[in-house]
């Protein structure tokens, strides 16, 4: 069996950050909503045929605010992904969910219909940033979301912090963390602004956001690797930190270049040597006119996607494991990496090499020196 991953895109929300850049609507109707989960239902159940020799082992709702369904749609489209696919016994299933959404009755039905794992995001504990962000819960309402989730029966619960953010300091990175810390999460990922063009953000410019500088920024992001190490909460990628054996089997997949499936508008795919990516388009996804874009990329491309994908990974790249995959050695992207480890971005690992911590920092530029990304 091969093992996949499915995602189903949820792209509704009760209002839109200012930063947000994700395919996701505010203030759907009714009427809209149930149309999208119908078509979702039809478009996973065409897959079957296609999947017979397939095991999912992760199941990820993501959006968008997924707990903004009712948890009878929700049940549905998890109904339509148990009855399309064989799901292992021991898939992970997450939704991810905003404070001041889903609720106690609501979660419980969940964790009944089979999701086992929450992602919340709170992205800070302080009223001025959330304000800022244009995010419409508070702290309390994070702290009562994740209350209700527990006494749901959830024990494997995610929560989202992002650093950078308008009128953030490292004192109140701190804060948010330590509050955070204190309700005991299994995951956590920390994810860095980026003012994207087409957002309110973007419009405004970063010079009128009152941002941190660069040099804070740096700073919160090694002190928080730090702080979360000494909380039990170990860094396994660049914006992802886990206690052991709770890392996100989902996104693992997307890192460690496994097959996966992704339904709805934006959503993209990797599945039997296929790259597609849908139109993030929610009107085309109801009409049953969107597009999608599909490659299938030469051995060349997918050695280079290969390694980067990995190299966001603690564990960076595993010499043995590209000889297995690709059946030649990565010699050329080791002596390449290796070029780093003199400025202390790169380390040696026992099977290969891996970014440090400031060279996560700096990943991108790295990768884009090394890597062909037209191979
Ligand atoms: S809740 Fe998430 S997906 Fe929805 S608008 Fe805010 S950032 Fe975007």
Not at 51 to 60: F, H, L, P, Q, R
Not at 314 to 339: I, M, P, S, V, Y
Not at 364 to 372: F, G, P, Q, T, Y
Request: negative net charge; charged residues 20%; proline residues 5%.
């Amino acid at each position: 069996m091969r093992p996949l991953g499915v995602y189903l895109h949820i792209p509704f929300c009760r209002s839109k950050c200012l930063y947000c850049d994700f395919c996701s609507v505010p203030h759907a109707d009714d009427e809209t909503v149930a149309r999208y989960v119908a078509a979702l239902c039809r478009d996973i159940r065409s897959y079957a045929a296609a999947c017979a020799d397939c095991e999912v082992d992760s199941v990820y709702f993501g959006g968008g605010t997924p707990t903004l369904l009712p948890p009878e749609l929700l049940e549905q489209l998890l109904s339509a992904v148990l009855e399309t696919f064989r799901v292992t016994e021991a898939a992970e299933i997450t939704a991810e969910c905003n404070p001041a959404t889903g609720g106690a009755a609501a979660f419980s039905r969940l964790r009944r219909a089979g999701f086992n794992r929450l992602s919340i995001g709170l992205q800070s504990a302080d009223a001025r940033e959330l304000r800022a962000l244009g995010r419409l819960h508070t702290y309390p309402d994070f702290c009562r979301t994740w209350e209700q989730a527990v006494s749901a029966g959830f024990a494997n619960l995610s929560a989202d912090v992002m650093f950078g953010i308008p009128y953030q300091t490292e004192e109140s990175l701190a804060r948010t963390l330590g509050q955070v810390c204190a309700l005991r999460p299994q995951h956590l990922s920390c994810y860095a602004l980026s003012v994207e063009p087409g957002t309110p953000f973007g419009r405004r410019g970063e010079a009128a956001l009152h941002l941190p500088d660069e040099e804070s920024v740096r700073r919160m992001y090694l002190n928080l690797i730090a702080y979360l190490e000494g909380q039990g909460l170990a860094q396994y990628e660049i914006s992802n930190f886990a206690r052991p054996g709770y890392e996100c089997r989902h996104n693992l997949k997307y890192w460690n270049a496994e097959e996966y499936l992704g339904f709805g508008p934006a959503a993209h795919s990797d599945f039997g040597g296929t790259r597609s990516g849908n139109a993030a388009d929610l009107r085309a996804y109801l009409d049953g006119t969107m597009e999608s874009e599909r490659e299938t990329p030469g051995r060349e491309e997918r050695m280079n996607e290969y390694v980067m994908l990995r190299m966001r990974l603690t564990a960076g790249l595993d010499a043995g494991a590209f000889a297995r995959r690709f059946g030649q050695g990565a010699e050329h992207f080791l002596t390449a990496f290796g070029r780093f480890i003199p400025g202390g971005f790169v380390r040696r690992t026992a099977a290969g090499l891996a970014f440090t911590p400031e060279g996560m920092l700096v990943s991108n530029a790295i990768l884009s020196e090394i890597l062909d990304f037209n191979a």
